[in-house]
């Protein structure tokens, strides 16, 4: 099993709708959690971190986890065709650990 | 800040052929990692290192990988020899370690696209 896993997608949206992006993890002493976006022949570049269960808002992308479901989620409201790129999460097992796992990312196009 | 570079962006070499990817991290950072990300398997840590010190290497596929950190601002990964299931980009990225997060705000580089024919 792998430790991260995300739907591969392509997930599509239109213009100004709400993009929701979706990752569980196998590792229950799991602490620490990111949302990295990477662009088309980019680098991954950090857009959201969550550490407790609940919601975290910034911006039009909101972060929610759940622990005992091993979920975590990614929201993007007013999606724009900016938005576009693959969207990857990230889980490090300890509060402090320095290894992050990577899901393979959902790649999203938001259509004008 | 130039931000995490990298060289060669782009390598095409033949199987058997030694190949050396290089990286300069940010100034400040104290934690170095080289990812290789493919379609099949996405990105996948090969080895990390902490005040120029190798800390974990078990993502490291085999012995033709070896990596190294001779200071604070170059790091090498090398492929000695090289074969056609070595083709990524390998992307090398730094950080520095802030409250929770730990050091896992990462700043990547650009990436280098490795072809091995």
């Known amino acids: 099993q792998k430790e991260v896993e995300q739907n591969s997608g392509p997930l599509s949206v239109p213009e100004g709708a709400i993009a929701s992006l979706n990752c569980t993890y196998s590792d229950r002493v799991s602490q620490s959690f990111f949302w990295y976006r990477q662009y088309s022949g980019k680098s991954p570049e950090l857009i959201m971190s969550?550490?407790?269960?609940g919601d975290k808002e910034d911006g039009r992308f909101t972060a929610q986890l759940n622990k005992a479901s091993q979920y975590v989620s990614l929201l993007i409201r007013d999606s724009q065709p900016s938005d576009s790129a693959t969207y990857l999460c990230a889980v490090a097992t300890r509060t402090g650990a320095n290894n992050l796992f990577f899901g393979t990312g959902t790649r999203l196009t938001v259509i004008p | 800040d130039a931000g995490v570079i990298q060289s060669p962006r782009h390598e095409v070499t033949e199987m058997g052929q030694e190949v050396t990817l290089r990286c300069k991290p940010i100034?400040?950072?104290?934690?170095l990692f080289w990812y290789r990300q493919t379609m099949m398997r996405g990105l996948e840590l090969l080895i990390y290192?902490?005040?120029?010190?190798?800390?974990?290497d078990s993502g490291m596929p085999e012995d033709r990988f070896s990596a190294k950190m001779p200071n604070a601002s170059f790091s090498t990964l090398k492929i000695q020899p090289s074969e056609p299931r070595d083709s990524a980009v390998y992307f090398c990225?730094?950080?520095?370690?802030?409250?929770?997060?730990?050091?896992?705000?990462?700043?990547f580089g650009a990436g280098s696209r490795l072809t091995v024919l």
């Open positions: 100034s400040g950072h104290d934690y």
């Open positions: 290192f902490n005040n120029n010190v190798p800390i974990d």
């Open positions: 969550i550490y407790s269960n």
């Open positions: 990225a730094s950080s520095r370690r802030q409250g929770r997060a730990g050091a896992n705000v990462l700043t």
